[in-house]
T-cell receptor, first 111, second 113 residues
């Protein structure tokens, strides 16, 4: 199906574990983004990518790692999960950095 | 850094009422966007504004790009239960390498049936 898909939809992990959230888009959009959404903070940018092999930090990048070896995939890795990383994570994409299209989100709980 | 002040934070309205929410910033933006997020889903783009003073409608929704380029408002006329959700404003200096979208913290809309 065309669009932007995130997996898993829900994830529970333990403190200290590494966890990877997946994002895949079928439009060949150049730009991709990772946001986290927390009560009282709205959407905060974690990382973004302007093209394959080009990534940049956002507002809240500490504790996260991204890669973009292919245009359509933009995985987000929490190297050693902490409770403060419990959140809802959204991936988004855009052809030219206007009007982002969001995925349905991954709800991550770190226990 | 750049911040968007979105108000109100939340509102309860009677079905059929008109709704108004706004977003202000100390920075100038060249693009204003309004998104809606349904429970359990990602934000969906409602309206995009690209020119100061622009007034754009999408069904019962109307949004305006402020003349100063530092603000925008969204109106919803004759609200219905499916309008429930969180509405986000977002501003951008420019596309491409000129900067990413900056989001407000959202207005949570609840409708009394």
């Amino acid at each position: 199906d065309a669009g932007i898909t995130q997996s898993p939809r829900y994830k529970i992990t333990e403190t200290g574990r590494q966890v990877t959230l997946m994002c895949h888009q079928t439009w060949s959009h150049s730009y991709m983004f990772w946001y986290r959404q927390d009560l009282g903070h709205g959407l905060r940018l974690i990382y973004y990518s302007a093209a394959a092999d080009i990534t940049d930090k956002g507002e809240v990048s500490d504790g996260y790692v991204v890669s973009r070896s292919k245009t359509e995939n933009f995985p987000l890795t929490l190297e050693s999960a902490t409770r403060s990383q419990t959140s809802v994570y959204f991936c988004a994409s855009s052809r030219d950095n206007y009007g982002y299209t969001f995925g349905s989100g991954t709800r991550l709980t770190v226990v | 850094g750049q911040q968007l002040n979105q108000s109100p934070q939340s509102m309860f309205i009677q079905e059929g009422e008109d709704v108004s929410m706004n977003c202000t910033s100390s920075s100038i933006f060249n693009t204003w966007l309004w998104y809606k997020q349904d429970p359990g889903e990602g934000p969906v783009l409602l309206i995009a504004l690209y020119k100061a003073g622009e007034l754009t409608s999408n069904g019962r929704l109307t949004a305006q790009f402020g003349i100063t380029r530092k603000d925008s408002f969204l109106n919803i006329s004759a609200s219905i239960p499916s309008d429930v959700g969180i509405y986000f404003c977002a501003g951008q200096i420019g596309g491409g390498s000129q900067g990413n979208l900056i989001f407000g913290k959202g207005t949570k809309l609840s409708v009394k049936p």
